[in-house]
């Protein structure tokens, strides 16, 4: 980012640079600005934008102009001095900024850090440090922007923080002795929050530490009175102890004002560029965590201090909600949230997290043993959420992880213990009487507490004590006062409890207040309802109106969804493809528990037929045009389609579905997963039909191959062929040959690749499939360039770029562009190259391709090295783009590219004058290259020796031999992450 310039939006949106002020002339792209400042670093998806732009009533044309405002903000930042700061990184956009560029961020950084220095009693610091924070506020949160959805809560968490800074600042003061002043403004305070105890506390010590114990009790009499009318509960524990003390005229700094830890909020910093693909996945909250602050200054230290601390408690007393509070904060170099409620294959516990952090296996190795290999000793934090349905496995994931990684620590929801050796268990206790009410009456939408009448603010105190502090139990509560009184839900509740009492004494406690609740909002419902309720639980990630009423066969679905939704038993969430709706994971297992099992039987296999019928249907649309809005619609039904690949697995089902969607896994990077569902079908394909079974071994030769796992990858696609051939299908014999012909070249055997794609062009023309004849012309010129024959591959390329653009297939046309891209960069012709992949990545971007967005970023990156000397081209934005490439390609487990891009990354090193660190990244790459027996291509082999003989100049024959061989000791995670950390230091 150009030196001293930020992005303000504590208050109105600007761009700040110096002393001067920028603004933006539209609202909307303040609002944008705005949105993704929120989250420095992170991307943010299309649909959240459109979230944080319309709300739950985005018009039709929402997505496509949201793709206008963001080019117009990218002009406005160009024109600032920020031409690279606003990126398309699939599935959204990010803003390129570490946390000292956006004011947010510095004013989070310093509150923590005036929070340090008042736990740790050095006060005077402490005031200067948190005034400095506030006044970064210049008004309101993004005063002049209009937004709605999500960004509504991050808006009220800073105001919050806000709001606590400014207590803790006070209270620096009055340990500094600055009573009078500080009374003076906490009299206007407590008018304009009220509600807020805190407050009324250090108002009352102020005065007494100022010799006012008369206005002190006097405070205190206020206090209590404002807690009655609006809330109708007693002051709180601490406002009664500092009563005390005036009485007892213990009035002593020492006596008001004991040293404690500060209360701690969540901080958002931008995401690092983490090594090894690391990333900080915390799901953003959508509303306030209400009265958690002193539960978060507990737990901080003991997550930090213990290796395996898991919180347990009811269903629905805010588990998972306090873990993704106390993970931001955690001090760990990375922090990963592992989501386990829709995943319900215990085997798939590993690869789900491998899944996140990007590890794939290879050479015959265990998941586990890869994730342990990949997390090495690094200071790691991984939040496993909802244990309880998958306890033995995330045990046994658990205990080894701990075992063999000496650094990582866990956070465990569940609800029961994992009982793993050193585990500390941490109960999540319910809400007091004050942060109930609060909760109850903000869900309920129900305006300020002083409205209430005295019944109302009577039936409030009950429903907080029978409903036991439960925050779920009070949202559903709470939900119900669209068409209940508030005594109206306090009887109820108190006759649907007294129904509960007594029962089985074998129940599990925690079902029992919990399983009330919900068991109450179920009575609400009637027959038809309850029938779709039950229905929408086999559905792990929601769905849409279509799949609802095929899945239910419910005659008058549409109404049914609307009375579910507006009884909060399920959400709507607006997509720019319709609505989809959703249920809570504690909703969703009970509505499942009250399937009897033949129904429920019926219902799942009803919902694997249909993801069948989907998943075959879009396989059709998977190449051409409106490839980008089919590869949207199956990523908003993954979770549906891993479950009915796990419920069809003893069939013929889950080998159908995988064998449809493996390209999408292909186009959408999930390698891994992907192959995991296609290997797994395969095991239980005996008796399947023989089409279905090589459809997925050619789906598993190419998911295995992407992930450089070259022979199982050849074996499969070796059975793929020969089926193929039994079968008389020369398309299939074609892909499987295709298939062979991509493992040759990245095994170096040109030649044979370049006759295995001839070969598979022909088959296609046999089959008369257009797409898949232009498909090989590509592979040809791919491989052709690869292999340094650069006019054939130019031929190639542009015979194929022509029929592509004839079937209007945005990837490949991108491929092509790639191709023709290469030639001009290795024949010497930059720009030329630059211009092309330019619009290539554009296509990229506009499908949602990461593998292509990768190699985009590569071949740019060697574009802005050509010519580049000490004091030529500018090698921090090629060391921005191969941190990317090299990021993207190894979270695909593409190591072969990888490799590539570490040696990218040397060679922007050495002309960076870091010669020792390149020389190890040279040996780390030809390790990797050695691990999986791809050699260096031969388009790449003059650069890679002129790079080396600089080295042997710079270094000596003996100190580059001896670093070379540092290098090549590393394990493959260490190699990336290295060369992540000198591609950050060279973009600096």
């Not at 998943?615 to 051409?624: D, I, P, Q, S």
């Not at 090698?875 to 990317?884: E, F, K, N, S, T």
Request: hydrophobic share 45%; charged share 25%; net charge negative.
């Amino acid at each position: 980012m150009a030196a001293n310039m930020r992005v303000a939006v504590l208050g109105p949106v600007e761009l700040v640079a110096g002393h001067r002020r920028t603004g933006l002339p539209r609202s909307r792209l303040r609002a944008v600005l705005g949105l993704l400042a929120f989250t420095p670093g992170r991307v943010v998806s299309v649909e959240r934008l459109v979230d944080g732009l319309y709300g739950e009533q985005p018009p039709a044309e929402a997505v496509r102009t949201l793709h206008t405002y963001i080019s117009h903000l990218r002009r406005r930042l160009r024109e600032a001095g920020l031409p690279e700061v606003l990126e398309t990184r699939a599935p959204g956009y990010r803003l390129a900024l570490v946390p000292g560029e956006v004011d947010a961020a510095v004013f989070e950084s310093e509150v923590l850090l005036g929070r340090g220095l008042l736990a740790e009693e050095v006060s005077d610091r402490a005031a200067g440090v948190l005034a400095g924070a506030l006044e970064l506020w210049r008004g309101d949160v993004l005063a002049d922007c209009q937004v709605h959805g999500w960004a509504h809560g991050e808006m009220e968490r800073l105001r919050e923080m806000r709001l606590s800074a400014t207590e803790d600042v006070l209270t620096a003061r009055l340990r500094l002795g600055l009573h009078r002043a500080a009374a003076e403004q906490l009299e206007h305070l407590v008018v304009e929050h009220p509600l807020r105890e805190h407050l009324w506390e250090l108002l009352m010590i102020a005065h007494a530490l100022s010799g006012r114990q008369g206005d002190a009790l006097a405070t205190f009499q206020r206090a209590r009175r404002v807690l009655d009318e609006e809330l109708g509960v007693d002051p709180g524990p601490a406002l009664r102890e500092i009563e005390a003390n005036v009485l007892c005229r213990r009035l002593t700094a020492e006596d008001l004002l004991p040293p404690g830890v500060a209360p701690v909020v969540r901080q958002v910093t931008a995401a690092p560029v983490a090594p090894a693909g690391l990333r900080t996945g915390v799901p953003a909250p959508i509303t306030r965590l209400v009265g958690r602050a002193a539960d978060l200054a507990e737990l901080r230290p003991l997550v930090e201090g213990h290796r395996l601390v898991t919180l347990t408690g009811m269903g629905g007393v805010g588990k998972t909600r306090l873990a993704m509070a106390v993970s931001v904060d955690a001090g760990f170099d990375g922090v990963h949230f592992v989501e386990l409620a829709q995943v319900e294959d215990p085997e798939l516990v590993a690869p789900a997290i491998a899944d996140l952090l990007g590890v794939h296996t290879t050479g015959g190795h265990s998941t586990l043993r890869a994730l342990a290999e990949h997390l090495g000793t690094r200071r790691v934090l991984l939040v496993l959420d909802n244990c309880e349905h998958l306890a033995d496995a995330c045990a046994a994931v658990t205990h080894e992880l701990l075992t063999s990684c000496p650094s990582v620590h866990i956070l465990a929801t569940s609800r029961e213990t994992l009982r793993v050796g050193g585990e500390l268990v941490w109960r999540v206790p319910p809400l007091g009487a004050p942060p109930s009410a609060e909760l109850f009456l903000e869900r309920a939408g129900l305006g300020p507490a002083a409205g209430l009448d005295d019944d109302q603010r009577a039936a409030l105190s009950l429903i907080c004590a029978d409903l036991d502090g439960l925050p779920l139990a009070l949202e559903l509560a709470a939900a119900r006062a669209r068409v209940l009184t508030l005594p109206q839900i306090a009887e109820r509740l108190h006759d649907h409890f007294t129904l509960l009492t007594g029962g089985p004494r074998t129940s599990p406690p925690q079902h029992r207040t919990m399983r009330a609740v919900i068991d109450w909002s179920y009575a609400l419902l009637d027959t038809g309802e309850r029938e779709l309720l039950g229905a929408l639980s086999v559905f792990p990630g929601g769905c849409d109106l279509t799949a609802a009423a095929a899945v239910s066969a419910e005659p008058d679905v549409l109404d049914l969804l609307g009375r579910l939704v507006d009884k909060s038993l399920l959400t709507v969430d607006p997509t720019p493809a319709g609505a989809r709706y959703r249920m809570s994971q504690t909703i969703r297992q009970f509505a499942a528990g009250e399937l009897a099992p033949q129904r429920r039987d019926r219902i799942a296999r009803r919902h694997a037929e249909y993801y069948l019928a989907f998943a075959e249907k879009t396989e059709g649309e998977l190449k051409g045009p409106g490839l980008g809005a089919t590869l949207d619609r199956i990523a908003a039904e993954h979770d549906n389609l891993r479950a009915a690949c796990t419920f069809g697995a003893a069939d013929e089902v889950a080998l159908r579905i995988a064998g449809a969607v493996w390209r999408y896994c292909y186009l959408r990077g999930h390698y891994s997963e992907g192959r995991h569902w296609l290997e797994t079908a395969l095991r239980h394909a005996g008796g399947a039909p023989e089409p279905y079974v090589a459809k997925a071994l050619g789906g598993a030769a190419t998911l295995t191959a992407y992930e450089c796992d070259y022979t199982p990858a050849a074996g499969y696609a070796e059975r793929a062929l020969a089926a193929c051939r039994r079968l008389g299908d020369a398309a299939g014999v074609a892909r499987a040959l295709s298939m062979l012909g991509e493992i040759a070249r990245e095994t170096g055997d040109f030649d044979r690749a370049l006759r295995t794609h001839e070969q598979a062009r022909q088959e296609y023309r046999t089959a008369r499939d257009t797409w898949g004849e232009a498909f090989q012309v590509e592979m040809l010129a791919l491989a052709s360039w690869l292999a340094g024959r650069f006019t054939e591959a130019r031929a190639r390329a542009r015979e194929a770029h022509d029929e592509f653009v004839r079937l209007g297939d945005k990837e490949r046309i991108g491929w092509t562009l790639l191709d023709l891209a290469a030639c001009d960069l290795y024949d010497g012709d930059p720009e030329r190259a630059r211009d092309l992949l330019l619009e290539a990545l554009a296509l990229f971007e506009d499908v949602g391709f990461p593998e292509g967005l990768g190699w985009a970023d590569n071949l740019l990156a060697l574009a802005d090295l050509t010519g580049a000397g000490p004091s030529g081209a500018d090698l921090g934005a090629a060391a921005r783009r191969l941190a990317r490439a090299l990021d993207v390609q190894h979270r695909l487990g593409d190591l072969c590219r990888s490799s590539s891009v570490v040696e990218a990354i040397a060679r922007t090193l050495h002309l960076d004058g870091s010669h020792a660190a390149a020389a190890e990244l040279l040996g780390g790459a030809a390790a990797i290259r050695e691990t999986i027996s791809a050699p260096v291509p031969p388009c790449e082999a003059a650069d890679l020796a002129a790079l080396e003989s600089g080295l042997l100049a710079a270094l000596g024959a003996g100190a580059y031999q001896a670093r070379h061989t540092a290098g090549r000791r590393r394990t493959i995670a260490e190699t990336v992450t290295a060369a992540l950390a000198g591609a950050e230091a060279a973009a600096r």
